[in-house]
């Protein structure tokens, strides 16, 4: 049996034309066992990986010698990473081709599970500005949410919406992200059911989806704003053919990105997993026509703040004066000033699912915090911290009791190498575990 029947006939025959002589290199490279990649998260710095291989496209990510299992490393679980496909975090050279002086901007990721790239963009971008993460699939968008929850900042909501949905908001993000639902041939050597579920037929349909994505992308782009388009296949027609639409029938300008030993296509650039360290991966940028763009969330309301849930939630945050907080039901969220008005304007016209930090939920006169709270790089360093051992924290993940000698009591966040993991309630006689059931750890370790 040849190296190229283990994919489609169909697929093989499109690579042959394609690729010409490099087509048995690119097979053989499909049959090598892909690369292990992680990338940090700055915010929560950690020395784990420093002698690891760096990801050349980008700073903060690394190649691992070996996969080891995410699963049992408490820093996984506490955000200190995000284990990702090495090639997609070319977004990184994008972002620095469109906001190199990393102004202020409002950014789209239109169809963001699981949030590799989201948590990748807010790395990238400054403090005031504003990324809004959307999934519409509703498995799909929980697991979108406790990896933005596990990143930790703040300048995030996380929407669930068509992406015709946004075309309510007008011309409002400055940099649209659409790493398009594809073939995903590029991520065969990864996921053998993408072998399965490929066809031409397949490959039709997504590129018709993939030109309505971006006609509504295009629809609340700024003028003057970026599309940045990516999709995990080597098909044509699903990676400059629409690109080429965008350009000829909707009058955006292709913007050249650049890289050593990346193959150049005529709209963007393709990886290839026999001659970069990654998955088949394509990426591609265009630019808006500059004309006078219309501010729309003006119109929204001011808000003040409620005396008595601002003053129950603001002990958990470092910097109380950089937050609005509202309450929603029994509910208390905190989201950062510069981004509330853009909160209101969004939640009126789309379905938010989360927003900012939720703090915790009010019982009585009292204050149950969010998990999401315990992760938050803006958590008050004044919050008592219990730090435990590996096998404590394996332990905690798992919801199970761990026996804890403080002299504290109440709530107190445990850590591993001082980065938070959740929330414990201490008492005279026993330490309760408030790690989210949903995330625990199902299974024991080999």
Same mark, same amino acid.
């Given at each position: 049996?040849?190296?190229?029947?283990?994919?489609?006939?169909?697929?093989?025959?499109?690579?042959?034309?394609?690729?010409?002589?490099?087509?048995?290199?690119?097979?053989?490279?499909?049959?090598?066992?892909?690369?292990?990649?992680?990338?940090?998260?700055?915010?929560?710095?950690?020395?784990?990986?420093?002698?690891?291989?760096?990801?050349?496209?980008?700073?903060?990510?690394?190649?691992?010698?070996?996969?080891?299992?995410?699963?049992?490393?408490?820093?996984?679980?506490?955000?200190?990473?995000?284990?990702?496909?090495?090639?997609?975090?070319?977004?990184?050279?994008?972002?620095?081709?469109?906001?190199?002086?990393?102004?202020?901007?409002?950014?789209?990721?239109?169809?963001?599970?699981?949030?590799?790239?989201?948590?990748?963009?807010?790395?990238?971008?400054?403090?005031?500005?504003?990324?809004?993460?959307?999934?519409?699939?509703?498995?799909?968008?929980?697991?979108?949410?406790?990896?933005?929850?596990?990143?930790?900042?703040?300048?995030?909501?996380?929407?669930?919406?068509?992406?015709?949905?946004?075309?309510?908001?007008?011309?409002?993000?400055?940099?649209?992200?659409?790493?398009?639902?594809?073939?995903?041939?590029?991520?065969?050597?990864?996921?053998?059911?993408?072998?399965?579920?490929?066809?031409?037929?397949?490959?039709?349909?997504?590129?018709?989806?993939?030109?309505?994505?971006?006609?509504?992308?295009?629809?609340?782009?700024?003028?003057?704003?970026?599309?940045?388009?990516?999709?995990?296949?080597?098909?044509?027609?699903?990676?400059?053919?629409?690109?080429?639409?965008?350009?000829?029938?909707?009058? @955006? +300008?292709?913007? $050249? %990105?650049?890289?050593?030993?990346?193959?150049?296509?005529?709209?963007?650039?393709? #990886?290839?997993? !026999?001659?970069?360290?990654?998955?088949?991966?394509?990426?591609?940028?265009?630019?808006?026509?500059?004309?006078?763009?219309?501010?729309?969330?003006?119109?929204?309301?001011?808000?003040?703040?409620?005396?008595?849930?601002?003053?129950?939630?603001?002990?958990?945050?470092?910097?109380?004066?950089?937050?609005?907080?509202?309450?929603?039901?029994?509910?208390?969220?905190?989201?950062?000033?510069?981004?509330?008005?853009?909160?209101?304007?969004?939640?009126?016209?789309?379905?938010?699912?989360?927003?900012?930090?939720?703090?915790?939920?009010?019982?009585?006169?009292?204050?149950?915090?969010?998990?999401?709270?315990?992760?938050?790089?803006?958590?008050?360093?004044?919050?008592?911290?219990?730090?435990?051992?590996?096998?404590?924290?394996?332990?905690? @993940? +798992?919801?199970? $009791? %761990?026996?804890?000698?403080?002299?504290?009591?109440?709530?107190?966040?445990?850590? #591993?190498?001082? !980065?938070?993991?959740?929330?414990?309630?201490?008492?005279?006689?026993?330490?309760?575990?408030?790690?989210?059931?949903?995330?625990?750890?199902?299974?024991?370790?080999?």
């Amino acid at each position: 049996m040849s190296e190229s029947s283990t994919f489609p006939e169909n697929f093989n025959q499109r690579m042959k034309i394609k690729l010409g002589e490099g087509f048995a290199a690119f097979i053989a490279g499909m049959q090598e066992t892909p690369p292990t990649s992680i990338r940090l998260n700055p915010r929560k710095p950690i020395s784990k990986f420093d002698t690891d291989e760096k990801v050349p496209w980008c700073q903060t990510g690394r190649y691992l010698p070996t996969r080891p299992s995410f699963t049992f490393d408490p820093l996984f679980h506490a955000g200190t990473y995000y284990v990702q496909e090495a090639a997609s975090m070319f977004v990184e050279q994008a972002w620095k081709r469109i906001n190199p002086v990393n102004k202020a901007i409002r950014v789209l990721d239109l169809c963001a599970a699981p949030g590799g790239k989201s948590t990748h963009l807010l790395s990238l971008m400054s403090d005031d500005s504003l990324l809004v993460s959307n999934e519409l699939i509703p498995n799909r968008n929980a697991v979108l949410r406790e990896n933005i929850t596990k990143w930790g900042q703040a300048n995030c909501i996380v929407t669930q919406n068509n992406p015709s949905d946004f075309t309510k908001l007008g011309e409002y993000f400055d940099v649209i992200l659409v790493d398009a639902p594809c073939s995903g041939e590029g991520m065969f050597r990864k996921d053998k059911n993408a072998i399965h579920e490929w066809s031409e037929k397949n490959v039709a349909q997504c590129s018709l989806r993939q030109h309505d994505i971006l006609k509504n992308a295009i629809s609340v782009l700024k003028p003057g704003g970026y599309i940045i388009y990516s999709t995990c296949t080597f098909e044509q027609d699903e990676n400059d053919a629409p690109i080429a639409y965008c350009i000829n029938e909707c009058g @955006l +300008k292709p913007i $050249s %990105i650049d890289f050593p030993g990346i193959t150049k296509t005529p709209r963007g650039l393709q #990886f290839y997993p !026999h001659l970069n360290k990654g998955e088949g991966f394509y990426i591609a940028l265009m630019q808006k026509p500059n004309n006078e763009a219309v501010s729309l969330d003006a119109a929204v309301k001011n808000y003040t703040h409620n005396a008595d849930v601002a003053a129950t939630a603001t002990p958990f945050l470092e910097d109380k004066e950089a937050f609005v907080i509202f309450k929603r039901g029994e509910l208390i969220f905190a989201i950062p000033k510069f981004t509330f008005q853009s909160y209101q304007w969004i939640n009126s016209h789309l379905f938010v699912k989360q927003a900012g930090i939720l703090v915790g939920e009010q019982k009585g006169k009292d204050l149950i915090p969010a998990h999401a709270m315990s992760l938050s790089v803006h958590l008050n360093k004044y919050i008592p911290r219990i730090e435990i051992n590996e096998l404590q924290s394996i332990a905690y @993940l +798992k919801c199970e $009791s %761990i026996k804890i000698n403080s002299d504290i009591r109440g709530w107190a966040v445990v850590t #591993f190498n001082h !980065h938070p993991l959740g929330w414990i309630k201490l008492m005279d006689n026993r330490a309760n575990n408030y790690y989210p059931r949903e995330w625990r750890i199902l299974k024991d370790k080999a």
